[in-house]
């Protein structure tokens, strides 16, 4: 993993609560080898003090973009050349809005802008600030135009509430950040990657069947994460009402079975396995050929085992890196340990579903990642901004199991 030894970083801080942490922060970069030059927003001066900042980095403080003590009165652009990353820590929801618009309205948005290094965002806020639709809408956008969104953590809030929003802590900031500034998968050829989604239908006659609430969301969602990534993405999809991702071929299936033959037919050539459907464990040992008439008062219906998919395709003899969704309502944590043990799986991606606004259905979601050194909470946030996150992982990890 790549460190920040000797990078020269732009510490960026917005006017929120978490901006009383940046001292440590900055000890902690240069705790790391890293030179750090600090700009803060006009208003952060209201939540630390910049002489603060000043006596930890070493070095002056900026904040005023009209700055006729700059050496050169072009100061902005020789310190958007001098970074080689700006972190933005605590973003606030108003600094992710101007960046998400592209403004030049103070220093540290103007820096973003003129700068050609990689932008890192720690947002920090009140969870329902961190939850609304324009707050995630600003998100995607900086997504999209590249920016890297580290956290936000989930617990107690300053403002007494307990949710997603938090600034992450110094540290994991920092390895969160390492990590990600490492360098990008040497891709000399083009990926292969196949994501399944939806639920599965198993049909006890024409009209019914086992199913259950999967929407499809986050496997259509990783499906044009991959693809956006510039893999070649295949995307084997249960019955859902979406509509396919651009630039990814989809495959429909109804049942497990369906489902099971799709990703073996077209398994050999791929480097990555995804398996996010809700697949069925079971379904019902005969399909009637016609409706069921209710006679009876009382009815059996005999199921069998489905195979196992994700198990069937690590079990291969040169199984792809195979990353497996576990979604459980209990005890995430030991399920997701088990699950990738038990199915030498490289990577286990762990949500809770059957709460309000997370996992299954919801727009909503949040992740447990768990792998041989990996031990990481993605979320809560949008499926959108997750699939991205762990897009990213996802391919780190694959090239540092194929460079060893
Ligand atoms: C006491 C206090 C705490 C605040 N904490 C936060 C916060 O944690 N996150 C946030 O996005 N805004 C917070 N705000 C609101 C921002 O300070 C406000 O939106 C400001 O315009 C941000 O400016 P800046 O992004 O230019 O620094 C807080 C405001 C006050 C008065």
Redesign the pocket.
């Known amino acids: 993993m790549e460190s920040i030894n000797s990078k020269n970083i732009i510490l960026g801080i917005?006017?929120?609560?978490?901006a009383y942490k940046t001292p440590e922060l900055v000890r902690r970069l240069k705790d790391r080898g890293a030179n750090v030059r600090v700009v803060m927003?006009?208003?952060?001066n209201?939540?630390v003090t910049a002489l603060s900042l000043q006596a930890v980095s070493g070095m002056p403080v900026r904040t005023e973009i009209l700055d006729t003590e700059g050496e050169s009165g072009m100061d902005h652009i020789d310190l958007a050349r001098w970074a080689d990353l700006i972190l933005i820590a605590?973003a606030?929801?108003?600094?992710v809005s101007?960046l998400a618009t592209g403004s030049a309205s103070?220093l540290l948005c103007t820096l973003c802008l003129a700068t050609e290094a990689p932008v890192f965002l720690a947002p920090?806020?009140?969870r329902v600030?961190w939850g609304k639709p324009a707050t995630k809408r600003n998100v995607s956008q900086l997504l999209d135009d590249g920016f890297l969104v580290l956290g936000p953590g989930v617990g107690h809030q300053?403002c007494g509430e307990t949710g997603s929003g938090r600034m992450l802590d110094p540290l994991d900031m920092i390895k969160l950040l390492e990590e990600q500034i490492s360098k990008p998968p040497a891709v000399n050829k083009i990926l292969e990657v196949m994501i399944t989604a939806g639920p599965t239908w198993e049909a006890l006659d024409p009209v019914r069947g086992i199913t259950n609430a999967s929407s499809g969301k986050m496997g259509y969602e990783i499906a044009r994460a991959f693809q956006q990534h510039g893999c070649s993405v295949t995307l084997i999809s249960g019955p859902c009402n979406l509509d396919t991702p651009s630039g990814v071929r989809r495959i429909d299936v109804t049942s497990a079975a369906d489902m099971f033959n799709a990703v073996h037919t077209n398994v050999s050539k791929i480097q990555i396995f995804i398996g996010v459907a809700a697949v069925a464990d079971y379904r019902p040992v005969n399909t009637e050929s016609q409706k069921m008439k209710k006679n009876a008062s009382e009815m059996t219906i005999t199921l069998v085992r489905n195979p196992d998919i994700l198990a069937s395709v690590a079990s291969l003899a040169e199984p792809p890196f195979c990353v497996g969704f576990a979604a459980e309502t209990e005890n995430l944590r030991n399920y997701a340990v088990s699950k990738l043990n038990k199915k030498k799986l490289d990577l286990v991606a762990a949500n809770i579903v059957g709460q309000e606004n997370l996992g299954f259905n919801a727009e909503d979601n949040a992740l447990l990642l768990i792998g041989k050194d990996t031990d990481q909470q993605l979320g809560p946030a949008s499926k959108a901004t997750l699939s991205r996150q762990l897009c990213t992982i996802v391919l780190k990890k694959y090239e540092e199991k194929n460079s060893t």
Do not use: L, Q, W, Y
């Open positions: 917005s006017g929120g609560i978490a927003t006009p208003n952060a209201e939540f605590p606030s929801a108003s600094i101007r103070d920090a806020m009140n600030m300053a």
